[in-house]
């Protein structure tokens, strides 16, 4: 039941995958909690992440990586598949090549549900989430030259506002503010709580504890 109510809402409180456009203006940022911060003015990259909502029949589970300790940039950070553009590809197109790339996740075996808010980033890219339903079992196997380990975290615990931390790091004297949603030894932040945090935001507006409990497991 919870599945279906759950599926139901993404479906009519996502944006629709017609509206993309490359140059869409981002609705959500890591400016938001750094109003104060200084943009490089450069024009923004459009890149995707896939977003994969696994329907287990025991309840919901996110799908997420966690980087390779090789890679130039971000090196064991918890992320989302996906990653820049390729020229001429649609967001969903890049979001589950990207899905396929790191992890083998057949985009057959992904219905897109539609599309989060447009996330511009401190590095200077336009992340559109693209959020997809996967009914398990799929066979995952991660390239070890992107993905370190892969792992699922219930919806529920995401989606609960009182798990969203707002946390700091100080660099040479300056402080940055981020979403944090720690769960278990895993510290999911940056941008990838920012976009769990916007898909919160879609869905359940400042806090709807009916819908919250109407979708959890």
Avoid: C
């Avoid at 990207?98 to 549900?113: N, R």
């Avoid at 510290?187 to 869905?203: D, E, F, M, N, S």
């Amino acid at each position: 039941m919870s599945l279906d109510t759950l599926k139901a809402r993404l479906g009519a409180r996502l944006r629709p995958v017609a509206d993309w456009s490359p140059d869409h203006a981002p609705l959500r940022s890591d400016y938001d909690l750094n109003p104060g911060a200084a943009r490089n003015g450069a024009p923004l990259r459009p890149a995707a992440v896939l977003a994969p909502v696994m329907a287990h029949d025991d309840g919901a589970r996110v799908l997420l990586t966690r980087r390779a300790d090789s890679l130039a940039s971000h090196t064991g950070q918890i992320a989302f598949p996906g990653g820049r553009l390729d020229p001429g590809e649609t967001a969903v197109e890049a979001a589950l090549r990207e899905a396929w790339e790191e992890v083998a996740l057949p985009p057959a075996t992904v219905e897109v549900l539609g599309l989060g808010d447009p996330y511009e980033t401190g590095s200077g890219f336009l992340i559109t989430p693209v959020v997809g339903w996967i009914r398990p079992p799929v066979l995952l196997t991660p390239s070890p030259d992107e993905v370190a380990e892969v792992f699922e975290t219930p919806w529920d615990y995401l989606m609960d506002a009182a798990h969203h931390r707002r946390d700091h790091y100080d660099m040479n004297g300056v402080r940055r503010y981020f979403w944090a949603m720690p769960w278990n030894e895993r510290y999911i932040w940056g941008v990838t709580a920012g976009l769990l945090k916007g898909l919160h935001a879609r869905l359940y507006g400042a806090g709807d504890p009916a819908a919250e409990a109407e979708d959890a497991a």
